[in-house]
C-alpha cells in the first residue's frame, strides 16, 4: 500500500503565491512520475503539471510560466510552486503519483486527499 500526504494550499488574493509538497510512503520500489491535478466545481479534473523520473516536465497551458513542479527523490516528495496566482487557479489539488510497488512489483497509480486552494480577486 502506498499513502500521500498532501500540504499546502490555503487563500490568496490574485498575484500571490502558494506552494505544495506530497510525500508518498508505503511499499514503494520506484516511483515513476509524479504530478498535480485539480478540479474546480462543476469540472473535470485535469492536469496541472507532472514530472518523470527523468525530471522532464509537463505543464497545463494555462499555468506555464507561473507554476513551478519539481521534485525530492530522496524525499519521495514532489512540490509545486503557484506564482501569480489567479481567481480561475480556483480548484481542490489533487497529488497524483504513479509507482512499482516493493511488493509483487506492479505498477500502481495512486491519489492525495486534495487540498483547497483558492485566490480572491
Known amino acids: 500500500q502506498v499513502q500521500l500526504v498532501e500540504s499546502g494550499g490555503g487563500s490568496v488574493q490574485a498575484g500571490g503565491s502558494l506552494s505544495l509538497s506530497c510525500a508518498a510512503s508505503?511499499?514503494?520500489?520506484?516511483?515513476?512520475?509524479m504530478g498535480w491535478y485539480r478540479q474546480a466545481p462543476g469540472t473535470q479534473r485535469e492536469l496541472v503539471a507532472a514530472?518523470?523520473?527523468?525530471?522532464?516536465?509537463n505543464y497545463a497551458d494555462s499555468v506555464k510560466g507561473r507554476f513551478t513542479i519539481s521534485r525530492d527523490n530522496a524525499k519521495n516528495t514532489v512540490y509545486l510552486q503557484m506564482n501569480s496566482l489567479k481567481p480561475e487557479d480556483t480548484a481542490v489539488y489533487y497529488c497524483?503519483?504513479?509507482?512499482?510497488?516493493?511488493?509483487?512489483?506492479?505498477?500502481?497509480?495512486?491519489w492525495g486527499q486534495g487540498t483547497q486552494v483558492t485566490v480572491s480577486s
Open positions: 497524483n503519483v504513479v509507482v512499482i510497488t516493493s511488493r509483487l512489483y506492479r505498477v500502481g497509480t495512486y
Open positions: 508505503g511499499s514503494i520500489f520506484r516511483i515513476n512520475s
Open positions: 514530472i518523470t523520473s527523468g525530471d522532464s516536465t
